[in-house]
């Protein structure tokens, strides 16, 4: 069966400081890769989305970055955390291209920036 | 471009109805519906294709109006285990993979 890994599960960091979330996909190949954030009042906003190793596409400007070092683990980065960059912090995965299949979330990443 | 989900919040006595809508300003490939728990992560409740489509389990369906670009959550006999945050996802046509979500609705069930 397919289980998606996301840590750590809360993280505290001061502004300014870099940022490494990992989330990592086990028993399925080749997944469409996602990462969210969630605001309060704002949803489930998309910020990256991969279909293949280094393959990223933003949604979102900002200055967070995302990599696909593997085919299935996906990396969300920072080099400077900015206090707008708080939040709770989604990993997903599907099949196949299109989201024509549901997508699976990781359990979250709560981030506070100090 | 975000769908638009109405109302934002709900709440209900149990064993009322409730219908969470959806809509969106371009053609839609698909329509995800997913109920978060606070604190957990989003689970997946059903996804249309089609236009006209409907589908439901238990007493949660859903219907799809693609001329329309909306679709519709129905919440029938709700249960206490009903009470989340509803998403709406859309995958517009053209950019199968890029998966927005809405504001979300909040449902509060009441005994």
């Known amino acids: 069966s397919q289980t998606i890994h996301q840590w750590p599960a809360t993280l505290v960091q001061p502004v300014g400081s870099p940022l490494s979330l990992e989330c990592t996909v086990e028993?399925?190949?080749?997944?469409?890769l996602y990462w969210y954030r969630q605001a309060a009042g704002r949803g489930l906003q998309l910020l990256f989305y991969s279909v293949g190793i280094g393959q990223i596409s933003s949604e979102v400007p900002q200055n967070l970055s995302a990599s696909r070092p593997q085919d299935r683990q996906f990396i969300l980065s920072s080099k400077k955390l900015l206090l707008s960059d708080s939040g709770f912090y989604l990993c997903?995965?599907?099949?196949?291209?299109?989201?024509?299949?549901?997508?699976?979330f990781g359990q979250g990443t709560r981030l506070t920036v100090v | 471009q975000q769908p638009v989900q109405s109302p934002q919040a709900v709440i209900l006595r149990e064993g009322e109805d409730a219908v969470i809508n959806c809509s969106s300003s371009?053609?839609?490939?698909?329509v995800h519906w997913y109920r978060q728990k606070h604190g957990e992560a989003p689970v997946f409740l059903m996804i249309l294709l089609k236009g006209g489509e409907q589908k439901g389990h238990d007493k949660i369906s859903a219907s799809f109006n693609e001329k329309k670009q909306q679709s519709s959550l129905y919440l029938t006999a709700s249960q206490l285990s009903y009470s989340g945050t509803y998403f709406c996802?859309?995958?517009?046509?053209?950019?199968?993979?890029?998966?927005?979500f809405g504001k979300g609705t909040k449902l509060s069930v009441k005994p």
């Open positions: 028993g399925t190949s080749n997944p469409n």
């Open positions: 371009k053609a839609l490939y698909s």
């Open positions: 996802g859309t995958e517009g046509r053209g950019s199968q993979g890029n998966l927005i």
């Open positions: 997903a995965w599907s099949r196949g291209m299109g989201m024509n299949t549901e997508a699976f």
